[in-house]
């Protein structure tokens, strides 16, 4: 496996790197994701040293540029002594070996470069596993020729081996690596599965953020649970999924679950590995979609975390728009957005601006499983008043000599501690 990017830097291995971005009729906005591709770069750990940006009718399918930019493109790399070239855009095995030949230097296309970054964040054994699985299915097509090998893994952006030992060689070895890793994955996301079943069973609702990379999704689960996690002003700062409990107004308790950041154009192989990891957002109760309120690209975001959410199912879900950042705009930020719904709370997480706001908006988004029922419970019992109390919400009570009489909205886990006292259920509230 190769040297980590830390151990890159400290041995002064940083990669010298030139983008390149091509923009087409069908794709019309390849300056601004050129300049996305630049942050990637920054936050794989390369040094950025120049950028060309081509307008072409339609994909060159040998070079994916015209062959006269390629020639231009080559001298930048010997003037600039570039280690490596990429692509703001998926390349075909041919483009790259074309590319290769000529520029006489290490081609790498967006796909590899956010495949490279997931397996530099990767820190759970499921996480892990994920970035392996959508690195081995993005690699088996790009095997070309009898007995390659492939010697490129080692140091450097887009060649860290996705396991502890480097790819074999054969399609055999890496088809079967692929099973092994399906199967340990489809046993995840059984384990999911029951943990969901047993939250449901304990009426413990479940809500995901979902948004564009560096919304601010993860310093608003520190306010949220008043905890502390990572948090990071670069993308993908959070790959792997955390959850915290987070109390509501009502008293109510959700689990609140962080999820990795979107991208326009992430790649399939991407969104089909993290399926375990993304299931948690199809089955949440709530979506909280936190939208970047500074980002002069907030529009195309929002459109791009949408696509992907209808990628995995998840679009009809309930949704609620939080848009982030209020502090790094003039205003109320009201104008930027044009706010007509209530579907949308305006906030800041790093200044703590509208969590009450918008922690009242998830009470009200979130149905309220339960029941209204009668309880007597024994004087003996009293233990039971203050959870009663505080834990639902009480309509009448009436002490009488050996037992106390509550009539009660109950959420479905103190239902069922209090099962033996239910004297009568009622249909409505």
């Avoid at 601004?32 to 990637?40: A, F, I």
């Avoid at 280690?83 to 790498?108: K, S």
């Avoid at 009470?363 to 959870?387: C, D, H, M, N, Y």
């Avoid at 050996?402 to 006292?421: G, H, M, N, S």
């Amino acid at each position: 496996m190769g040297e980590s990017l830390t151990q890159q830097i400290n041995q002064g291995l940083t990669e010298k790197v030139i983008l390149v971005g091509l923009e087409t009729p069908n794709d019309p906005d390849g300056l601004v994701l050129l300049k996305e591709l630049g942050r990637l770069a920054d936050t794989a750990g390369a040094q950025v040293v120049d950028q060309i940006l081509q307008k072409r009718l339609q994909p060159d399918p040998s070079f994916f540029i015209g062959r006269g930019k390629v020639e231009e493109l080559r001298e930048r790399c010997a003037v600039f002594k570039a280690d490596l070239v990429i692509f703001n855009d998926e390349l075909t095995p041919v483009q790259v070996r074309n590319l290769e030949q000529i520029l006489n230097c290490r081609v790498l296309d967006r796909t590899n470069l956010i495949l490279d970054i997931f397996a530099q964040r990767a820190r759970t054994n499921e996480g892990k596993l994920q970035v392996e699985l959508a690195q081995l299915r993005y690699l088996l097509p790009r095997l070309i020729g009898q007995g390659m090998n492939l010697s490129r893994l080692g140091a450097g952006l887009g060649t860290r081996g996705p396991g502890e030992t480097k790819l074999e060689t054969d399609r055999r070895h890496i088809r079967r690596r692929i099973r092994v890793l399906e199967q340990e994955l489809d046993k995840i996301r059984q384990r999911r599965k029951l943990q969901r079943e047993r939250r449901e069973r304990l009426g413990l609702p479940v809500i995901a953020l979902v948004g564009y990379t560096n919304a601010g999704k993860s310093t608003l689960l520190n306010r949220l649970s008043k905890t502390e996690t990572l948090v990071e002003d670069q993308l993908f700062s959070t790959l792997d999924t955390l959850s915290r409990l987070v109390e509501l107004p009502d008293g109510r308790l959700v689990l609140v679950s962080d999820t990795v950041g979107f991208v326009r154009k992430l790649p399939h192989h991407l969104v089909a590995a993290f399926r375990a990891t993304l299931e948690e957002v199809r089955e949440a109760d709530l979506i909280l979609h936190v939208v970047d309120l500074s980002s002069p690209e907030m529009e195309n975001e929002k459109k791009a975390v949408e696509q992907v959410l209808r990628e995995i199912g998840a679009d009809n879900k309930a949704t609620l728009l939080v848009y982030n950042k209020l502090d790094l705009l003039p205003g109320d930020g009201r104008e930027w957005i044009g706010l007509g719904d209530s579907a949308a709370v305006l906030i800041s997480a790093k200044k703590d601006q509208g969590i009450p706001e918008l922690l009242q908006q998830i009470a009200q988004s979130l149905p309220r499983p339960g029941a209204k029922v009668a309880l007597a419970i024994p004087l003996a019992e009293t233990r039971f008043l203050s959870l009663i109390h505080s834990q639902g919400t009480v309509f009448s009570q009436d002490y009488q000599s050996d037992r106390i009489l509550i009539t009660a909205w109950l959420e479905p886990r103190l239902l069922a501690q209090l099962k033996p006292f239910i004297v009568k259920e009622y249909c409505e509230e």
